[in-house]
């Protein structure tokens, strides 16, 4: 299994601009997160996935919007780039029949608005 | 909702002494506290994990303590080596109707000097 897959891993956007970072997993896991951490921030949740259809916001969503059309796939858009989403943007899974189990991360995408 | 302090955000030790990072979560309904060791450029992984209904768990060199009543649970590194340096981060979660998400403390930068 390859786990939890980001695409890309750098990119850096001007301001305005538009863009879809991907994550994709291999663990047949419902949930997906994603998740944004800056310097000493720890990681904050943007949008949560229980499930293909199914997305709900976490402590951050502004300006990013997100969609699960399959269980494996859950790609998060930012609409209109502002320098405030410079960050770096983490992916994870898990797998629930009930709460609490394990999040399996990505290796993130570094993004970088100018 | 959750709120999660973490302490220190810095801890330097020599080789082979032990470190201690301490968390505080705020919802007395949280159950589960995942801690986390991300090394530089790389993804958050999964190092130990408690749920509330134990007290203290132990992985070789690593220990993770819960205080229910105090609300406050605690990473435990013994006989530390160079590579234990990296970033650690604590988290906390209620599951249920939250479905598993994750709050994070803000990571201690942990260093162990040769």
């Known amino acids: 299994n390859a786990g939890v897959t980001q695409t890309p891993k750098f990119r850096i956007l001007k301001i305005g601009q538009s863009m879809t970072l991907q994550c994709t997993q291999d663990m047949n896991h419902n949930y997906m997160y994603w998740y944004r951490q800056d310097p000493g921030m720890g990681l904050k949740l943007i949008y949560y996935?229980?499930?293909?259809?199914?997305?709900d916001k976490g402590e951050v969503p502004n300006g990013y919007n997100v969609s699960r059309s399959t269980t494996e796939d859950f790609p998060l858009r930012l609409e209109l780039a502002a320098p405030s989403q410079t960050s770096v943007y983490f992916c994870?899974?898990?797998?629930?029949?009930?709460?609490?189990?394990?999040?399996?991360f990505g290796d993130g995408t570094r993004l970088s608005i100018l | 909702g959750e709120n999660v302090e973490q302490h220190p955000s810095t801890l330097s030790v020599q080789e082979g002494d032990s470190a201690v990072i301490k968390c505080t979560y705020s919802?007395?309904?949280?159950?589960?506290f995942p801690w986390y060791k991300q090394e530089l450029g790389k993804r958050p992984q999964l190092i130990i994990d408690i749920r509330s209904n134990v007290g203290e768990k132990k992985d070789q060199r690593i220990a993770v303590t819960l205080n229910k009543t105090a609300k406050h649970f605690s990473l435990h590194i013994t006989e530390t080596q160079p590579e234990d340096s990296a970033v650690y981060f604590c988290?906390?979660?209620?599951?249920?109707?939250?479905?598993?998400?994750?709050?994070f403390g803000r990571g201690t930068q942990l260093t162990v000097w040769p």
């Open positions: 988290a906390a979660s209620r599951g249920g109707s939250t479905l598993g998400r994750l709050y």
């Open positions: 919802d007395s309904a949280s159950n589960y």
């Open positions: 994870a899974s898990s797998y629930s029949t009930e709460s609490n189990q394990p999040q399996h």
């Open positions: 996935s229980v499930g293909a259809g199914i997305t």
